[in-house]
């Protein structure tokens, strides 16, 4: 029996992440991943412990923790000589404190930052801008995407702009792409370092994809 397809995870750019900067709807990413602290925000309303967390909204945390053990860095207090988790921004939920209290509920499970319930996701390592160009209307958008995703979930990001997205054959050059392949491995360099290099605006150079509606297909 053929094996089951892997679900593609969901790619996110820093962009995406930073707008979700709220007590109320709070996104943060580590470690090449993005998280919706949201649900616990809730579930510790008016905890001081809160106050890193949500200072650290919509940003990338990933100095917080050690990359060999994912988990909190550590350091060693130079008058006790026993490890501690390092939070220099102050201690946050789920954190122990220093020294021994009774009142410290630990019974918790999983620390957050070990609970993948809260992932949604992974942060896209290297974003690029790229121009779609609907021949039908010369309606032109030019938009930041991510450079692992397929051609289909680049759609899928378009379609905020053109609900009928998926109505339209995606070409590049003349030559029609792939929907199940990325930018790159249809073809469409990126060649912002280049440009950067010779500073050149990249932004006039981006690449252009060109939407054909499918009922008014013409040879390229």
């Given at each position: 029996?053929?094996?089951?397809?892997?679900?593609?995870?969901?790619?996110?750019?820093?962009?995406?992440?930073?707008?979700?900067?709220?007590?109320?709807?709070?996104?943060?990413?580590?470690?090449?991943?993005?998280?919706?602290?949201?649900?616990?925000?809730e579930?510790?309303?008016?905890?001081?412990?809160?106050?890193?967390?949500?200072?650290?909204?919509?940003?990338?945390?990933?100095?917080?923790f050690?990359?060999?053990?994912?988990?909190?860095r550590?350091?060693i207090?130079?008058?006790?000589?026993?490890?501690f988790?390092?939070?220099?921004r102050g201690?946050?939920?789920?954190?122990?404190?220093?020294?021994?209290?009774t009142?410290?509920?630990?019974?918790?499970?999983?620390?957050?930052?070990?609970?993948?319930?809260?992932?949604?996701?992974?942060l896209?390592?290297?974003?690029?801008?790229?121009?779609?160009?609907?021949?039908?209307?010369?309606?032109?958008?030019?938009?930041?995407?991510?450079?692992?995703?397929?051609?289909?979930?680049?759609?899928?990001?378009?379609?905020?702009?053109?609900?009928?997205?998926?109505?339209?054959?995606?070409?590049?050059?003349?030559?029609?792409?792939?929907?199940?392949?990325?930018?790159?491995?249809?073809?469409?360099?990126?060649?912002?370092e280049?440009?950067y290099?010779?500073?050149?605006?990249?932004?006039?150079?981006?690449?252009?994809?060109?939407?054909?509606?499918?009922?008014?297909?013409?040879?390229?």
């Amino acid at each position: 029996m053929p094996g089951k397809a892997t679900k593609r995870p969901k790619y996110y750019t820093p962009n995406e992440v930073s707008v979700h900067n709220t007590l109320k709807d709070l996104w943060v990413s580590f470690l090449g991943k993005v998280y919706d602290l949201t649900p616990l925000c809730e579930k510790n309303a008016g905890d001081v412990l809160l106050k890193p967390i949500i200072e650290a909204a919509g940003k990338d945390i990933s100095h917080w923790f050690d990359k060999k053990t994912k988990d909190i860095r550590t350091h060693i207090d130079p008058i006790t000589k026993c490890k501690f988790y390092y939070t220099p921004r102050g201690r946050f939920i789920h954190t122990p404190p220093r020294c021994p209290h009774t009142d410290w509920a630990n019974d918790f499970g999983r620390p957050w930052w070990k609970d993948e319930s809260y992932c949604i996701g992974v942060l896209s390592a290297v974003t690029r801008r790229i121009r779609i160009i609907n021949t039908l209307t010369s309606q032109e958008q030019a938009i930041e995407v991510c450079s692992e995703e397929i051609l289909s979930e680049i759609q899928d990001r378009y379609v905020k702009y053109n609900a009928h997205a998926a109505s339209y054959t995606w070409k590049y050059n003349g030559q029609n792409l792939d929907m199940e392949k990325t930018l790159e491995e249809n073809g469409v360099s990126d060649e912002s370092e280049e440009f950067y290099k010779l500073s050149m605006n990249e932004e006039h150079f981006l690449p252009a994809i060109h939407l054909y509606f499918n009922d008014d297909l013409t040879e390229a």
